[in-house]
């Protein structure tokens, strides 16, 4: 993979009063993270769910939803070798799903997603978006796990 790197816009964390980055965590504190890989072409799946909801076509079994609907297991597999190239370890993955879970200290995440990790009242967090190498730009849409803040309002 080339060295060039892109901001993961959908990763930008929104900032939550009162829980503001404070010290940096352990770097060897263990973390884990899922990330979101980007659905086959969904041309022809709009299609497809439209004739299902118009009563057209019959309903897609699950194999059929997830062959449709899922990743393409392309993506999945160079999420995979990005994931473990910094050293983090596949715990899942998940075509149908769309995921790729990974486990690794804060300094491993830290590295693969170009960001600095910090406590936040107990909770990891990061400021400012996550990086991804160019080559997955638009094949990653998103990682849950490292910013740990609730984002729930009462």
């Known amino acids: 993979m080339s060295s060039g790197r892109v901001p993961l816009e959908a990763s930008r964390p929104k900032n939550t009063p009162g829980l503001q ?15 979101l890989v980007r659905r086959r072409r969904a041309a022809e799946a709009e299609q497809q769910v439209a ?14 939803a997830a ?3 899922g ?3 392309a993506d999945i597999e160079l999420v995979r070798r990005f994931a473990e190239s910094y050293g983090l370890a596949v715990t899942e993955s998940s075509a ?5 879970k990974v486990a690794g200290t804060a300094a491993q995440m830290e590295v ?8 936040c009242a ?10 991804i190498p160019s080559e997955l730009d638009r094949i990653i849409v ?11 309002r009462r």
């Open 51 to 64: 004739s299902i909801m118009r009563g057209e076509a019959a309903a897609l079994s699950r194999e059929q």
């Open 142 to 152: 998103g990682v849950l796990g490292l910013d740990e803040r609730p984002i729930a």
């Open 122 to 131: 107990g909770h990891a967090c990061y400021e400012g978006p996550l990086t």
């Open 96 to 100: 149908a799903q769309h995921t790729v």
């Open 21 to 35: 980055p404070r010290d940096e965590l352990p770097r060897s504190q263990i973390l884990s993270a899922t990330i």
């Open 67 to 69: 062959e449709i609907l």
């Open 71 to 73: 990743a393409d297991p």
């Open 112 to 119: 693969a997603f170009g960001t600095r990790l910090f406590s």
